[in-house]
């Protein structure tokens, strides 16, 4: 049942995509200082982000049928390091990346249009945001020298 392998990949593809696609255009709008384009792009990408954890899930559902349909030992090392790098995107994602996407589409709706008001720039300019520009894509990568090369096994 090697579909539930694509079918895996495939997802999880479109998750990759649909989460750090989101997050480097709206980073780069907000680094605009544009305010009717932050209110505005991070209003309406609420909708689209909220399919990330979607796909994200389904691609971990799909992964567990595939483990098991296609007889993989789920403690094999590659596996078990997948398991930490979906724990730690998942943290990542909850804990910094939505509560500030939130705190920047709250500020953005009530900043002056002119310019960004104080709490808005202060949240642009988060450092957790900029360590997120690069924790992201490290993730991702690791993900993939991680399923394309499986160390440790």
Do not use: C
């Not at 479109?14 to 907000?30: C, F, H, P, T």
């Not at 049928?65 to 790098?85: C, E, H, K, R, S």
């Amino acid at each position: 049942m090697r579909i539930f392998v694509f079918l895996h990949i495939a997802t999880m593809f479109a998750a990759v995509a649909v989460a750090i696609g989101s997050w480097l255009i709206l980073r780069r709008i907000g680094r605009s200082g544009d305010v009717p384009a932050i209110r505005g792009t991070f209003a309406s990408g609420a909708s689209l982000t909220r399919l990330v954890p979607i796909l994200y899930g389904l691609g971990a559902a799909l992964g567990i049928v595939a483990i098991f349909t296609n007889d993989f030992d789920p403690f094999q090392p590659f596996l078990l390091i997948a398991y930490g790098l979906f724990i730690l995107a998942t943290v990542v994602g909850a804990v910094v990346i939505e509560p500030w996407l939130k705190r920047v589409t709250q500020a953005a709706a009530e900043s002056p249009d002119a310019a960004p008001s104080a709490e808005l720039a202060a949240l642009l300019g988060d450092p957790k945001a900029r360590v997120i520009d690069w924790l992201d894509p490290l993730i991702i990568l690791l993900f993939v020298f991680d399923m394309v090369v499986k160390p440790f096994g």
